[in-house]
């Protein structure tokens, strides 16, 4: 049973920086794409940065420049750095894995405040 489990949410200030980590239960090079994910509230879930096995990543217009995901390939773990936060990126995030047959998989997520 693959598990997706966050960590590093928290309440920051407008402008700060926070890093999150979702780490796997199996090795992360199993899965053919990562991803992070945010919901806040009344809104739909939206994509907010993606790797691909071969480290290729894309991201949401709204956060180049400001976040970088990344993934420790000896600690089975991604990240999500991101600064110059803005009050509008109040959401719960998510990390998201998928394997080359299709299956999907989602953490719990992890709330992520930004307000003074």
């Known amino acids: 049973q693959v598990q997706l489990v966050e960590s590093g949410g928290g309440l920051v200030q407008p402008g700060g920086s926070l890093r999150l980590s979702c780490a796997t239960s199996?090795?992360?090079?199993?899965?053919?794409?990562m991803a992070w994910y945010r919901q806040a509230p009344g809104k739909q879930r939206e994509l907010v940065a993606r790797?691909?096995?071969?480290?290729?990543?894309v991201y949401a217009d709204s956060v180049k420049g400001r976040f970088t995901i990344s993934r420790d390939n000896a600690k089975s773990t991604l990240s999500l750095q991101m600064s110059n936060l803005k009050p509008e990126e109040t959401a719960v995030y998510y990390c998201h894995a998928s394997s080359d047959i299709g299956a999907v998989y989602w953490g719990q997520g992890t709330q992520v405040t930004v307000s003074s």
């Open positions: 790797i691909i096995r071969s480290g290729y990543t």
């Open positions: 199996g090795s992360i090079l199993s899965f053919a794409a």
